[in-house]
């Protein structure tokens, strides 16, 4: 017997509507179920993957605002990171971009400290791993200082010297 995926909603092009309709491999359930932690947990070896919009070098993630302008919304993001949190053998994957680009201007979306107006997401001590198209860095049970030189290394070679030199120092002693 195949498995199926769960989801809570789905929203994209009328070939996108085609393909679900009637489609058995996919299973749509209340956010109540979908969304719980213990339901989540509960899965074997389960892996969350969630976005990110910015990241210090502590490990907070911030992912629906930006300098404190709502985005979007939370969603299940603080359920799955909780949930994959829940049981040791479960991993909570935060994937983001090292940069983007802001009025023609190339600027990292990780920083040694969240911008001011920012407000964080997902807490520091609930991160497991951080992903960029530079590498992943585990930070589970990792210092603040281990965390910021392993977060440090994801940025783009553009700043990563500069985020490498303050996670050195980073908080101090």
């Not at 509507?17 to 947990?41: C, G, H, K, Q, T």
């Not at 994957?93 to 990292?108: A, F, H, R, Y």
């Not at 407000?119 to 001590?125: F, G, K, N, P, Y």
């Not at 991160?127 to 590498?135: C, L, R």
Request: charged share 15%.
């Amino acid at each position: 017997m195949g498995g199926f995926s769960v989801t809570t909603f789905a929203a994209g092009t009328p070939e996108l509507y085609a393909w679900l309709d009637d489609n058995d491999s996919v299973r749509f359930l209340p956010v109540d179920i979908v969304n719980s932690p213990e339901v989540i947990s509960s899965n074997s070896n389960m892996i969350t993957i969630n976005g990110a919009m910015a990241v210090d070098l502590s490990g907070q993630i911030v992912a629906d605002t930006i300098v404190g302008n709502q985005f979007s919304g939370i969603g299940g993001h603080e359920d799955f990171v909780a949930g994959a949190g829940l049981v040791l053998s479960d991993r909570s994957l935060i994937c983001l971009p090292s940069t983007t680009t802001v009025d023609g201007e190339l600027v990292s979306r990780i920083s040694p400290q969240l911008v001011a107006g920012s407000i964080v997401t997902t807490a520091r001590h609930q991160v497991d791993v951080i992903i960029t198209e530079y590498g992943t860095a585990e930070v589970r049970g990792l210092t603040v200082r281990e965390r910021a030189k392993a977060i440090a290394a994801l940025g783009h070679p553009q700043f990563r010297d500069e985020l490498e030199a303050v996670a050195a120092v980073w908080p101090s002693p």
